[in-house]
Structures are given as structure tokens and as C-alpha cells.
């Protein structure tokens, strides 16, 4: 299992960006995907998550209305589009895996894979 986060860079704030997990060593349909971010010097957070059954989909409260995440089964990547970005939410963002037919959360322990993150930085 293999995940691979790319796609993050600068932005000014209130712009948008378009992060990709791509996948590899098992099918999208069979494991949820969660997006993680770390900004230096605080916890890392989940930001959102997309289950691997139904496609259902969560946000982190800070994000809402604002991230959108989406899934291409042939591609076998995820996508997390982000839009009126702030400075806030400047942070390194991971992407992750479930075990097989996990659920969808924004707690970090149920993902047993990680991809390396990118940085994405919004400037004020």
C-alpha cells in the first residue's frame, strides 16, 4: 500500500489549490481516505475523510464549505480541492489509508498508511 500527497505550493489567501493523493497496492473503493495537515508547532488535524463504501465524506469544522474532497477510481487518486484559503491553513498536508472497508474519520489512529505530505503555504 502506497499513498503519495502532491500538488500543495504558494498561494496568496483567498485563493485555491487542487492537492492529489495518489494510490497504489490495493482498490480506492475498498479503503477510506483521510487528508491530514500539520502547521509547525501545533497537533496534526484531520481535515477531512472520504469512505470507502458509499462515498460519504467529512470536514473538520475549520475547513467546511471551504474543502472538497473527491475520489476518481480510475485514476486511483484522491483529491482535496481547497478554496478561500487563509493563512491558517498553511500547514504540510498528508494524505492516508484505512484498513480494508474502514469507515471514515477524522482521528488519525484507524490509518495505517501514509503518504509523505506537501506543503501548502497561503500568504496574507
Known amino acids: 500500500v502506497q499513498l503519495q500527497a502532491y500538488g500543495g505550493g504558494l498561494v496568496q489567501s483567498g485563493g485555491s489549490l487542487r492537492l492529489s493523493c495518489t494510490t497504489s497496492g490495493f482498490a480506492l473503493a475498498d479503503r477510506a481516505i483521510g487528508w491530514f495537515r500539520r502547521a509547525p508547532g501545533k497537533e496534526r488535524e484531520g481535515v477531512s475523510c472520504i469512505n470507502s463504501r458509499n462515498g460519504d465524506s467529512n470536514y473538520a469544522d475549520s475547513v467546511k464549505g471551504r474543502f472538497n474532497v473527491s475520489r476518481d477510481y480510475a485514476k486511483n487518486t484522491v483529491y482535496l480541492q481547497m478554496t478561500s484559503l487563509k493563512p491558517e491553513d498553511t500547514a504540510v498536508y498528508y494524505c492516508?489509508?484505512?484498513?480494508?472497508?474502514?469507515?471514515?474519520?477524522?482521528?488519525?489512529?484507524?490509518?495505517?498508511?501514509w503518504g509523505q505530505g506537501t506543503q501548502v503555504t497561503v500568504s496574507s
Open positions: 492516508a489509508a484505512e484498513g480494508p472497508n474502514g469507515w471514515c474519520t477524522l482521528a488519525a489512529s484507524p490509518y495505517g498508511f
